[in-house]
């Protein structure tokens, strides 16, 4: 595996800095543990830093937030965790408001909509989101970022320098890999003291076993539809919680639901999302596997690999700033693209298979794909499990190191 010890730069440094030469307030959100605090602290060095977790400063930011801001503001403040004291953001709304200059506050948060709503209310138009997840695999190997015109090229092949089975068992949140942690028990760690607990911040849940569950089922379905009267029978609850949950476990960056492409090419298209984890690592916890060497015999090998396409595209976009134009396409005749890449009016189709090998069926929905799309279609990408690169029919079928 990689260095563990060195500091491993995160491709969202340079749009931070950017961020913060032109907009009074950055907020950066993601999931716990992606490493937000790191990032500002090693982008932004001479800020005051506040860690809102600290009791103490927590005590200090609700008794006197004025006071708290006026004695660290001179040099630019990082209020880390923000969402711990939401009364905060009205205070450093005025102060924008009177001196609106840029790089004045960088705020970070790990819960996705109570802190937007808390930011929305306060600071509309005088912040610049960021959103942190973590790592990419380029970031875990120090490689330079991917760009969607690169993929395809010969040059990004390369021996892998460790097994997919382990990157996709012990995910890629970056204390597993700075201190060589036992990915399932600091997994198993990373769920009750975080999962758990800020979706319990954010809303009552009751049993806690029933959650677990629920949580469970929805790794079941990795990959696949979101059926939310499934999920509801099976966990034995109401249809009503399994969407208030489903909510919950987004606002907490457990899970992400991928929309259908909205430019279809038929009427009869699927009009459901997929559900994907934002980890492979946990997602594997929640399905109990115990090791890397069960996963080449796991009934979901292909749906965890297709997971960690989706994560690694999905921070292509969001590790440079942007909102991922990330989509999927299925029509109801069982034709599929796992996802689909908007650019402009072009669209990139990209599909993901588990095996070391790739078949002719295997590239059958992107040659659909491609009949219905025509001009629309700048490219087709297959990413398989093997190590080679190589083009097949117009298709290009890249490794999966080429992400």
């Not at 919950?248 to 994907?276: C, D, G, M, T």
């Amino acid at each position: 595996m990689p260095d563990k010890t060195q500091y491993k730069k995160r491709f969202l440094e340079a749009k931070l800095r950017e961020a913060s030469q032109h907009f009074p307030s950055v907020t950066i959100i993601g999931p716990r543990q992606s490493g937000k605090t790191v990032l500002v602290r090693k982008t932004l060095p001479h800020y005051s830093y506040i860690n809102l977790e600290d009791p103490e400063m927590r005590s200090f930011a609700l008794e006197d937030p004025r006071g708290l801001i006026s004695h660290y503001l001179p040099k630019g403040v990082i209020f880390d965790e923000v969402q711990r004291v939401p009364e905060l953001l009205s205070y450093v709304q005025v102060i924008i408001d009177q001196d609106p200059r840029p790089g004045r506050f960088v705020l970070t948060g790990s819960g996705r909509f109570q802190l937007m709503r808390g930011v929305t209310q306060s600071l509309a138009g005088r912040t610049f989101f960021l959103t942190l997840l973590p790592f990419s695999l380029r970031e875990l190997l120090g490689l330079l970022p991917i760009s969607l015109e690169e993929l395809g090229d010969p040059q990004l092949e390369h021996s892998p320098p460790f097994p997919l089975e382990e990157i996709l068992f012990k995910g890629l949140f970056p204390p597993i890999h700075h201190r060589n942690l036992p990915a399932r028990d600091w997994l198993a760690s990373y769920y009750t003291a975080y999962v758990e607990k800020d979706i319990r911040d954010l809303s009552r849940l009751g049993d806690l076993d029933t959650f677990q569950r629920f949580l469970r089922l929805c790794a079941g379905r990795v990959g696949q539809l979101l059926n939310l009267s499934s999920l509801a029978s099976d966990a034995g609850i109401s249809h009503t919680t399994a969407r208030r949950w489903i909510s919950l476990l987004e606002a907490a960056f457990v899970i992400h639901l991928l929309k259908p492409h909205y430019q279809n090419f038929s009427k009869r298209v699927v009009k459901s999302p997929k559900i994907y984890f934002y980890d492979t690592g946990l997602l594997c916890y929640l399905l109990e596997v115990k090791s890397p060497q069960d996963l080449p015999f796991h009934p979901l090998r292909g749906n965890i690999f297709e997971n960690f396409v989706f994560t690694e595209l999905y921070k292509a976009f969001s590790h440079r700033g942007e909102e991922p134009p990330l989509y999927f396409w299925r029509d109801q005749t069982g034709h599929e693209i796992d996802f689909l890449i908007e650019k402009g009016h072009r669209i990139i189709a990209i599909e993901a298979k588990a095996g070391a090998t790739v078949t002719r069926d295997q590239l059958k929905n992107l040659i659909y794909y491609s009949h219905l799309a025509r001009e629309k279609l700048e490219k087709s990408i297959l990413i398989y499990a093997g190590e080679k690169a190589y083009v097949r029919e117009g298709i290009k079928i890249l490794p999966w190191l080429c992400l």
